[in-house]
């Protein structure tokens, strides 16, 4: 195969366009996690759909999305985003437990069981996943499995898994750290 000079810097001008595409999406998803730790939530999601239109298969600007939606409290938009990224990248343990909380805000505690289920089997430390999947089971008048998580959430260092194991699961005055 003769490649010329020309054909060169043709192919090397296509590999710089792509990885300035590359650059600029990742620049527009830092933009808009600064922006969303600043509270500018409006700000952060232009950036992400910045991101998205350079990119629509970005799983991390569609789970970054999802959770400024479900701070804005549009939860059916979060669980859009959030399973979108999960499509594209099934190893997102953040994207599962947005998506459950999410789905916990609407009342659907199945579902949100299977998601915390999810991101517990990627992060079985996560107390966080232990504790609202608690919560879910709580909801649905499942209180020894609740016990359970809460137990393992507060075992994992959430705090708040202490209230509800005093109150629903007969542990008066309980502290344990977890160093057990």
Known sequence: MNVTYKHFLFFLGILISWESAAQTEKTYLDEGIQKAYNGQYKQAMRAFDKA????PNYAAAYYNRG??????KDYQGSIA????????????TD????????????GEY??????FDAAIALNPDDAESYYWRANCKYKLKRLEAACEDWTKARKLGNSYANAYLNKYCGEENSVETGDN
């Open 67 to 72: 959770h400024i939606k479900y701070e804005l």
């Open 52 to 55: 998205l239109k350079i990119n």
């Open 81 to 92: 985003d959030c399973s979108k990224a999960i499509e594209l990248d099934k190893s997102l």
């Open 110 to 115: 199945h579902k949100a069981l299977t998601e």
């Open 95 to 106: 994207a599962y437990f947005n998506l459950a909380i999410a789905r916990y805000q609407l």
